[in-house]
């Protein structure tokens, strides 16, 4: 019996635009990615499977996880991802038995907020299965297979600063920029990527107030300047998300009037992110909105550079 417990980061979008569409109906961005130190823990247990009516190398998958209301079957990315693993044709010859894998998720990332919550788990699964196989995949073979888990899982397995352009797929690491105070303001209301979309599709040039300056931001990544990102930043889904959720814009606005010097949604939202120049403001920025938004989670976390972390590995006692 083999256990690892994996450190699943979240991410948030320091800008996202969208630049075309393929004919399959999905949108092409150019976004710039950064994790966070908001963490899901992903726990993997394998384990020889004794049931005498197992298949010879058959592998039965399970998830579970200590929040309701996720998937645990393969609409969940971190099931979809194990699936895609083990179907691997360089995994499949070192199964030598059938083989049993438990996979447990302890969510503390919320759901359906636009920090890639699911693509975490997903990523941290990837990760954490590779390390099982003393002759374990490539890690360009695991990029493909996080390719075809979801859009976001890629940039989740990489982490820290990356471009992502195409669907997710396309990444350019950018230089660190870890530390970096941030603070998460995360609505009791989830919103659905694809339903954003849509809402995106019908807004007739609303977005542009909010497109970034792509090349502008990178060079402040680059320099680490929060001014800079400020001035050049955007995410062009903003107007969709306020269609459903019309109070984003106004706590962006008292998020800036705290202290911060960029606040952005992430993603395709509801979250709202700030980022701050000193620690002491994010954390005074949390009392004074925390009474103002009373349905609201606030967070302060930093930003990292690494994706998933492998935090413990052994045998159960």
């Known amino acids: 019996m083999q256990q690892l417990i994996i450190l699943a980061p979240a991410k948030i979008n320091l800008s996202l635009d969208v630049v075309g569409l393929r004919a399959d109906g999905y949108h092409l961005l150019s976004t710039v990615m950064q994790t966070i130190d908001l963490a899901d823990q992903v726990e993997l247990v394998l384990e020889p499977d004794e049931n005498p009516t197992a298949a010879h190398k058959a592998v039965t998958i399970s998830l579970t996880c200590d929040l309701g209301d996720i998937p645990l079957d393969r609409g969940n990315t971190a099931y979809k991802a194990a699936s895609l693993f083990f179907s691997h044709e360089k995994i499949r010859p070192h199964i030598s038995s059938a083989l049993r894998v438990a996979i447990h998720i302890k969510k503390i990332i919320p759901v359906a907020a636009g920090l890639a919550g699911g693509s975490a788990d997903a990523a941290a699964v990837l990760f954490g299965l590779n390390r099982c196989f003393p002759e374990h995949l490539a890690q360009q073979d695991l990029f493909e297979l996080a390719v075809r888990t979801g859009a976001d899982v890629p940039f989740c397995l990489q982490g820290g600063t990356v ?127 925390e009474s103002i938004w009373p349905y609201y989670r606030f967070i302060c976390c930093r930003s990292r550079s690494a994706g998933p972390e492998l935090i413990w590995s052994g045998t159960p006692s």
Not at 186 to 193: A, E, F, K, V
């Open 163 to 289: 471009l992502c352009e195409g669907i997710g797929e396309q990444l350019t690491p950018l230089p660190s920029w870890s530390d970096l105070p941030v603070l998460l303001a995360c609505p009791d209301q989830s919103l659905m990527t694809a339903q954003i979309f849509s809402a995106y599709n019908n807004l007739n040039g609303q977005a542009e107030r909010d497109r970034p300056d792509t090349e502008a931001v990178l060079r402040a990544v680059r320099n680490r300047d929060l001014f800079a990102l400020a001035a050049s930043t955007g995410n062009v889904l903003t107007a969709a998300a306020c269609h459903y959720i019309p109070e984003i814009a106004l706590l962006r606005q008292q998020m800036l009037d705290c202290g911060a010097l960029v606040s952005q949604m992430s993603g395709s939202g509801p979250s709202v992110f700030s980022l701050f120049p000193k620690d002491l403001l994010c954390r005074k920025a949390i009392g004074r909105l």
